[in-house]
């Protein structure tokens, strides 16, 4: 029952023992020094958890928390004891101080691909550093700046070591349990999914950037408070504590603990927050004893000390997986069909051959798309009604995945217009194309293979949901009513196909077969008025090729249009209703498959000039890449 109380985490249990645990804890401590020592490591440990969610749930990496930690002390220290105003005062003037720094640092970063925000937030750090040393008249520079007043909450005094402990734990609880319910949330899995494959969480609308920027403000934001904690806690401060080592030593505590594993967060934390006073003893042998057991921790356990634990302590046991939550929900999933049952039913007709609704599903336009001085698509238009299977065929190279991305939203094009119903949809963002109700395969399958089926599939009902950070937090019980129905939805798309007993496998665990049921159940859960198709039977046998495509084929009935690439002509001439021909980045025929298959322009394009007399027979059979294997690579946009 306590899961589903607003604030209170689905796995609250292993929480509260802690919360126990650390209730008891300084009646059990020799005497009041070491409570100074678990009062730091909680001030560390709120640091390490914002930023082991932005390390390890979102994969951005930050080396300016110390900045931020800083920013949330000076602040405070500034309003409180310079200009004499509440405590109140001081803490909502370092939360937005640093809520506002982190957003114009993270705005223009995260756009950018790769780690631009290491380089960032190191700057970052470094000119914080600096301005805290040379601004001497704000913040007292070296010398520190004292006399800051203590924490009490209304009439209570937070001024000994004894009520600071209760009061940090106290609310290092709470924060945990937020996070706990952040990560165990929509926009936890969408973090999850930004992080293993970004290109793909935007094509099933997740909006990546927005995420990645939410997530950095609510670290920086978190660190912030823990520097008011501080600053308020030691009532001095001086910038030494807040430079760049310190930076590093909240990374190290994250990545010895088990990055995106926030119990391994707090035990990173207290393993490095503790370590140096327990080695002590060694004097001069201390460092040496430091290094050898951080880098033991590292090469043992590379993925760090939590997740070690919990395998050993998984196979000990050999704890079954926990059933999921179920109750009653909208049916989202209903109008996905199953593969299996289509298999052997009459194939749907072709779609009818004059216009059946008003508007075409998908309109190209005069479209170019140039990477650098490659011209990858000039001049490419054609239209595809709804109901209808359009195939785009051509030799290797000739633009077709570039054609499926620009549609997409992944590539933008440098000329010509792109509209989904009359909706110009050209040059849209990924996550704003695919919420317009287009969905897709790759060419290569792109699962998240950290997560499971389920999982996988729930990143396509993304868009059905609402929940933001906030309500996610705060596990409120509208977000958990989302949660539930989504996770219904979720199942019952999976009901009747090889995935329904396998909701909580791993997807990397699953056949090639059913990675592409998978994919395509993903894109179907967009519910997509177009489902663009890049090599959907590559690798599969004949038989797994024929199920897939009549389950697939099975969608027009309902009006959803489709745009297939196949180097498979066999299921180009089965399935297509009408075929655009693509070479050197341009269409050289378009028409019904067998006018296709007769046009002795597509047959030199396939053949080479010099072989112009092969028969359409030949043509079919030599299709370059026809029945090729689909290796598994790691390309995303491929
Ligand atoms: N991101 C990119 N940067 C530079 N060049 C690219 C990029 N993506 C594709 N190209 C180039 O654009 C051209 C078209 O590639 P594309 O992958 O679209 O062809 P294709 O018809 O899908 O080929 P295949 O059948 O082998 O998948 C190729 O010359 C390719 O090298």
Known sequence: MAQHMPFVPKDWKPLAALMVFAALLPRML?????????????????????????????????????????????????????????????????????????????????????????????????????????????????????????????????????????????????????????????????????????????????????????????????????????????????????????????????????????????????????????????????????????????????????????????????????????????????????????????????ADSTPSAPLDALTVQHLCVRFGGLQALQDVSFRVRPGQIVALIGPNGAGKTTLLNAISGLVPPHQGRILAGDRDITGLPAHRVARWGIGRSFQTVQMFSHLSVLDNLLLGFHRCGRAGFLTALCHTPAERREERALREGARMALQGTPLEEKAHVPAAALSLYEQKVLEILRALALEPKLLLLDEPVGGLNPNESARLMDWIGAHRKAGMAMVLVEHDMNVVMEYADHVVVLQHGQVIAQGSPRKIQKDPKVIAAYLGTGRRKGSEETWREEAPGSGRDNHQEDSETS
Not at 128 to 142: F, K
Request: charge should be neutral.
């Open 30 to 350: 020799p005497n009041d020094y070491f409570l100074v020592l678990f009062n730091i490591m909680a001030l560390n440990a709120l640091v390490v958890l914002g930023l082991n969610f932005l390390i390890g749930c979102a994969g951005q990496i930050s080396l300016g928390h110390a900045a931020f930690y800083g920013l949330g002390a000076y602040t405070s220290a500034i309003v409180t004891t310079t200009l004499g105003w509440p405590l109140w005062a001081g803490l909502t003037a370092g939360l937005a101080v640093a809520a506002l720094v982190g957003l114009v640092l993270a705005v223009p970063t995260l756009r950018l691909e790769g780690h631009y925000l290491v380089m960032a937030t190191l700057g970052f750090n470094i000119i914080v550093s600096i301005c805290l040393n040379q601004m001497e008249e704000l913040t007292g520079g070296p010398s520190g700046f004292p006399g800051i007043p203590s924490l009490h909450v209304g009439p209570l005094a937070i001024d000994t070591d004894r009520a600071f402990y209760g009061f940090i734990w106290a609310v290092f609880f709470g924060v945990f349990a937020l996070f706990l319910n952040l990560e165990d949330s929509r926009v936890g899995r969408a973090l999850r999914a930004i992080h293993e494959k970004e290109l793909t969480a935007r094509t099933l609308g997740v909006p990546t950037h927005a995420y990645k920027v939410g997530v950095f403000v609510l670290s920086a934001v978190l660190a912030a408070f823990a520097g008011f904690c501080y600053a308020h806690y030691v009532t001095f401060i001086s910038p030494k504590t807040f430079d760049i080592f310190y930076s590093v030593q909240v990374v190290t505590m994250v990545v010895v603990g088990g990055m995106g594993n926030l119990w391994g967060g707090l035990v990173g934390t207290a393993l490095l927050t503790s370590l140096p006073e327990l080695l002590h003893h060694f004097e001069d042998l201390h460092v040496l004893i430091y290094g050898l057991v951080l880098m033991g921790s590292l090469v043992f356990f590379p993925h760090g000390l939590a997740p070690a634990v919990a395998a050993a302590a998984k196979t000990a046991f050999r704890r079954g997986t926990p059933p999921d939550t179920g109750g009653k929900a909208p049916r989202p999933g209903n109008y996905i069909s199953h593969p299996a049952r289509q298999a052997g039913r009459p194939r749907p007709p072709r």
